[in-house]
């Protein structure tokens, strides 16, 4: 990514608030996902030599342990499973909104100006328009979104297959990530495999309408192997890379890999 993200319209009270409410809940996100691997408090504080009362030791711990799962979360993970689908008559309807601010603060996207930038490790680093995007195959997914937050939702998604438009763009398949920038200043990154998914898709459209603006609209990414955080709205930019491209959450301390 070449630009930095364009976030300034974002009150930075609000962004401080949203960031200060997600600490513990990132602790308690890694601490359950360790208890879930095997462990317990006890060995953690083994493992890292601290007193789990001691709270910044506990964090460092959290974090070697968090890096240390994504890379056994990347060498589980089955790139054919697919995960549950669901009927339409369970399809919620609209979806439910999540942002790291609130929706009174989403400022819609314009389809027409709007253009998907490539960068990176791409064979035709062309912009897309919407037209263009609209122009590929579609498919429709209803499956199950999750939020690191604790709830989640059946949506039904649809538009071109992820692998497919990688493929189209003559992306290096063998890369390490896909990292996204968003219109809100958000960015988000997720593995290759995990992009090559055939439940990975650029959706464009909810319940058999355009997206809603505060769902995405005109591009978001929507993936069934992966936590809501890891699905960017408002996408503007996509890169192709071997250099860990982190992201908005993954930079305050999520779990990077974040598989389902
Ligand atoms: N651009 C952008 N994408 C984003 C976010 C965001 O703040 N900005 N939040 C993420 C989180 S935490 C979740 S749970 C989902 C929510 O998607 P939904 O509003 O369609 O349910 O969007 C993800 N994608
Ligand atoms: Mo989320």
């Keep these: 990514m070449t630009k930095p993200p364009s976030a300034s319209r974002f009150r930075p009270a609000r962004r401080l608030a949203s960031l200060s ?39 460092r711990g959290l974090r070697a342990v968090s890096r240390w799962n994504d890379r056994v979360q990347a060498a589980l993970f089955r790139p054919d499973k697919l995960a549950p689908t669901y009927d339409r008559a369970q399809v919620v309807k609209p979806p439910r909104f999540n942002a790291y601010y609130g929706i009174e603060d989403v400022e819609p996207v314009d389809g027409a100006a709007w253009r998907l930038e490539l960068a990176g490790l791409i064979g035709d680093r062309r912009p897309w328009t919407l037209r263009e995007i609209n122009a590929l195959p579609a498919q429709t997914w209803i499956y199950r979104h999750v939020c690191v937050e604790g709830w989640d939702y059946i949506g039904q998604w649809s538009g071109p297959n992820f692998r497919l438009f990688l493929e189209r763009i003559g992306a290096d398949l063998t890369a390490k990530y896909v990292a996204f920038r968003c219109a809100d200043g958000y960015t988000g990154s997720i593995d290759m495999p995990s992009a090559l998914h055939p439940q990975t898709i650029l959706a464009t459209g909810y319940a058999d309408e355009p997206i809603a603006d505060p769902f995405g609209y005109p591009l978001r990414l929507r993936t069934a192997v992966k936590l809501g955080f890891k699905n960017p709205k408002w996408i503007t930019a996509i890169e192709v890379t071997n250099s860990y491209p982190g992201g908005y959450w993954e930079d305050r301390g999520f779990n990077w890999f974040s598989g389902l």
């Design 21 to 59: 409410d997600h600490g513990g809940l990132v602790a308690e996100i890694d601490r359950r996902r360790l208890l879930r691997g095997g462990f317990s408090l006890g060995a953690l504080a083994m493992l890292t030599g601290c007193d789990v009362t001691d709270n910044d030791a506990v964090q």
